[in-house]
């Protein structure tokens, strides 16, 4: 492409998926108005001074207009020294006044804008970390991101600025409106006319800046989303050598945001202008009526004075209103972004829509049987088969079977992490369609192949696991796990500091750490799923010594694709297609010639 040269944005590198069904936003949607409205009512009373001093303003500022007219066409046309004092008092006051209340404005519209965010926000994180799984695998991270950051952020100027500089504004024009009425209404006409003008100007350019502001947000929300993932996939990148093909497809994707930026900003600086020359428009066409009036003595010097005083508080705000408005299309993107989310309810897992969901579940036995339990991420696509499956209290269950075939689906159902689309589950006898998840994952263990560490310390995230657990405690599961000395072989052994996703710690110390933290939380049930496949020979056979030990009474379920994690199990389930096509001990199984043994090798 030449230097200089316009192209349209692609809007096609890394774009969401279209959203069906959604209907076309209108611009200032009062539906999104009245619910942000609603995050105001714990803030209702510095909201309602807010309003007062809102009000006081809008009476101010054109009374300044008055006031100085006032003394121009009375005390200075005559001469009236004493006068001008008085006026200039009056003047001053009104002044102070009106700075006083513009501070206390501004201080409770600032403070009322942060309280709405920061619970916008955090109403915006609760419900994100409500979602099942399958939310996550629609919704990029990136995307989640943009929706609590850059979307938020153009929401605090709507609810800042937009709604009580525009108040202002209108009332200022309002109080200035009928001041001009009063001294002379045919010169007021003037005015009347120019208002279908400005109505008929802001229709025509609302639609193609409101678009324009949604494909900006919208574009902001991809270019946030390619930076999160190209971060998560650092290794990929740099591992395949595509660190300048992945710079270049991103310096495309920032050049159509700035095209979008630009296109935005175009629509708005003809629109702004447009509004400012009809108050000029109105002051040339107000001189020459005015004028005439006067000069046929119909009009008084003390009215035509205040009439172009006046007339600046009612075609001042005009482009402020523009800017303003401008500014709400660009909040109603972005509350039309956030409340698409807040309105999002994917499949739930704790959803018992009839028989509503038990308070909680009591200390659990572990009994765990799933009858007749089939899923699928689509449900046309199952990819579990009438599952039926009974491990009694303290009893290990291995699942084998080839890669896809849905081990580790079984153990998300036994989590509730995803919900059965058929068949029931039971723990203790109880429906777990009808169990609250956070009761069930309390007295739970879950240790996976790639566990995920927060940024912290190490025994910050083993106390993840339980809270309250004090440091001895934390320290005799390590012991009894037979993993103490690699923890405080750590450079700063418990106080070692961890990464991002555990970055400064090797894959076998992370599953280390993993481990004692399942086991801090005391759990009733454990998931294990290829937990011990990122340690070494040596480290994994210590964890099995002390995992016989410490499982015993609880009842677990174990993926693994070792035959020394799964030889000791009480049941081994060989699960291909989706479907249990053999069961039995290690030792039965090996006896028989079936899918079991043709995998011994490999499990070996």
């Known amino acids: 492409m030449r230097p200089g040269a316009r192209r349209k944005p692609r809007a096609i590198l890394h774009a969401p998926p279209p959203r069906s069904g959604e209907a076309e936003q209108r611009p200032l949607d009062w539906q999104l108005v009245r619910r942000l409205v609603a995050f105001t009512a ?5 909201r309602n001074v807010l309003l007062g001093l809102v009000g006081v303003r809008a009476i101010q500022l054109p009374l300044i207009g008055w006031v100085t007219a006032a003394v121009i066409s009375g005390p200075v046309a005559r001469h009236d020294a004493r006068g001008i004092a008085w006026g200039a008092l009056a003047f001053a006051l009104v002044t102070l006044s009106t700075a006083a209340v513009f501070h206390y404005r501004l201080k409770l519209a600032l403070e009322l804008g942060e309280n709405v965010l920061h619970d916008l926000r955090a109403a915006c994180y609760r419900h994100v970390l409500g979602q099942p799984l399958s939310f996550f695998q629609e919704m990029s991270s990136g995307r989640l991101i943009s929706r609590v950051t850059s979307d938020l952020e153009v929401l605090r100027v709507g609810i800042q600025d937009v709604v009580f500089v525009s108040v202002v504004q209108l009332g200022s024009m309002l109080v200035a409106a009928m001041t001009m009425l009063y001294y002379d209404w045919v010169l007021f006409l003037v005015v009347a006319v120019m208002v279908p003008l400005l109505a008929a100007l802001v229709r025509r350019f609302q639609a193609a800046l409101l678009k324009a502001y949604r494909a900006m947000q919208e574009s902001f929300s991809r270019v946030t989303a390619t930076v999160a993932e190209s971060i998560g996939g650092i290794r990929v990148t740099q591992g395949f050598a595509r660190t300048r093909m992945n710079g270049e497809m991103f310096r495309e994707l920032v050049e159509d945001h700035s095209l979008y930026n630009i296109q935005a900003t175009r629509s708005s600086a003809v629109f702004l202008p447009l509004m400012e020359l009809n108050g000029q428009l109105f002051l040339a066409i107000a001189l020459v009526v005015g004028g005439y009036q ?10 035509l004075v205040q009439f172009f005083f006046l007339a600046n508080f009612f075609f001042n705000p005009i482009p402020i209103l523009g800017t303003q408005y401008n500014q709400a299309l660009t909040a109603m993107a972005g509350a039309e972004r956030v409340f698409a989310l807040l309105d999002t309810h994917a499949a739930p897992t704790d959803a018992a829509a009839e028989i509503g969901p038990l308070p909680g579940l009591p200390p659990l036995e572990g009994r765990v049987e799933l009858r007749g339990v089939s899923f699928g991420y689509d449900p046309a696509r199952p990819v579990l088969h009438g599952i039926d499956l009974l491990a009694e209290p303290g009893q290990t269950v291995a699942l084998v079977g080839p890669t ?8 998300s159902l036994i989590a509730k992490l995803r919900i059965p689309t058929a068949g029931q589950i039971l723990i203790d006898g109880f429906d777990l369609a009808r169990v609250d998840g956070s009761s069930l994952r309390r007295q739970m263990g879950n240790v996976l192949q790639n566990n995920f560490l927060f940024t912290g310390t190490v025994i910050d995230n083993v106390r993840l696991a339980r809270p309250d657990a004090s440091d001895e405690e934390i320290v ?14 750590l450079p700063r052994g418990w106080q070692t500091p961890v990464g991002e996703r555990g970055a400064g710690l090797s894959a076998g110390q992370r599953q280390v750490v993993c481990f004692t933290r399942a086991m801090v939380a005391d759990p009733r049930l454990v998931l294990l799923d290829e937990a011990t496949s990122a340690v070494d020979r040596v480290t994994e056979g210590r964890l099995q010594r002390a995992l016989s030990h410490l499982l015993a009474g609880r009842t677990s379920f174990v993926v693994a694709h070792r035959l020394s994690t799964i030889k000791h199990a009480d049941q081994v389930l060989v699960i291909e297609g989706g479907r249990v096509v053999e069961r039995g001990s290690h030792g039965s199984l090996l006896a028989h010639d079936g899918p079991y043994r043709r995998l011994y090798g490999g499990l070996a």
Not at 42 to 46: E, F, G, I, N, Q
Not at 294 to 303: I, M, V
Not at 482 to 487: C, K, N, S
């Open 294 to 303: 006067a000069l046929g003595g119909s009009l008084r010097l003390e009215a």
């Open 42 to 46: 714990p803030y209702a009373r510095r």
């Open 476 to 489: 005799r599961a390590a012991r009894a796990l037979d993993v103490l000395d690699v923890i405080e072989r």
């Open 404 to 411: 896809g075939s849905g081990k580790s689906t079984i153990l």
